[in-house]
C-alpha cells in the first residue's frame, strides 16, 4: 500500500503539479500511511508540506487546511507529545469554525481528539468538559444514531471511571449502547 501511494503521489505531481489540492491530498493520504505504520516523522513531513501547499493556494483559508493541522496534531500525540497534540488540535478547531461552522462534525471530532489528549495527561475533568462539548456538536451535526456519538459517550465514560464516578460511567456506557 506504501509503494502504490508514493506512485500516485509521483504521478499527481507529474499530471497537476506540485501546488494543487489533489497533490496535497495525495500526500496527506501517503502521511496517513506512514502514521499507521508507525513512520512518525515522515508523516510529519508529508502533512507540514501538505499544509504548506494549501496555505499557498488557499490564502482565505478552507477546511483542508484544519484537517492537515488536526492530521499534525495527531502525529504529535501519537509521539506522546500531548500539549503539542492539543495546541494543534485546537489550531484546527478554529479553522473548523472560520470554514465549517462551529456546529459541524469536524468541530466536534476534533473537539473529540483534544479531549482525548486531555485526559492522556490526567487532565480529566477538563476532557470530560470537553467530551461534554463534542457530543452536543456531534449530536447536532450527525444524530444521536452516529457511531461518533456513541464512541465519545464511551470516552466520557472511560474520563468518569478515571475520575471515580462509576455511576456516570454506566450512565453513558447504557446511553451509547441504546
Request: hydrophobic letters at 40%.
Amino acid at each position: 500500500a506504501m509503494a502504490m501511494r508514493e506512485k500516485v503521489l509521483d504521478i499527481r505531481r507529474r499530471s497537476v503539479g506540485s501546488d494543487s489540492d489533489e497533490f496535497a491530498v495525495s500526500l496527506v493520504n501517503l502521511g496517513c500511511s506512514y502514521l499507521a505504520q508507525g513512520m512518525n516523522e515522515e508523516a510529519h513531513g508529508k502533512f507540514e508540506e501538505a499544509l504548506g501547499i494549501v496555505r499557498r493556494i488557499h490564502p482565505e483559508r478552507s477546511v483542508v487546511e484544519g484537517i492537515f493541522l488536526e492530521n499534525i496534531g495527531a502525529v504529535y500525540s501519537k509521539q506522546g507529545r500531548l500539549e503539542d497534540a492539543v495546541a494543534w488540535y485546537r489550531k484546527a478547531h478554529r479553522m473548523y469554525r472560520k470554514t465549517v461552522g462551529p456546529d459541524s462534525a469536524e468541530a466536534g471530532g476534533v473537539i473529540c481528539c483534544t479531549a482525548v489528549a486531555l485526559s492522556r495527561q490526567g487532565k480529566v475533568e477538563e476532557a470530560i468538559e470537553k467530551n461534554e462539548e463534542a457530543l452536543g456538536i456531534q449530536r447536532r451535526a450527525v444524530g444521536d444514531e452516529h457511531p461518533e456519538v456513541a464512541q465519545t459517550l464511551y470516552n466520557i465514560a472511560a474520563c468518569k471511571v478515571e475520575s471515580g464516578d462509576v455511576e456516570g460511567a454506566v450512565l453513558c456506557l447504557r446511553e451509547a449502547q441504546s
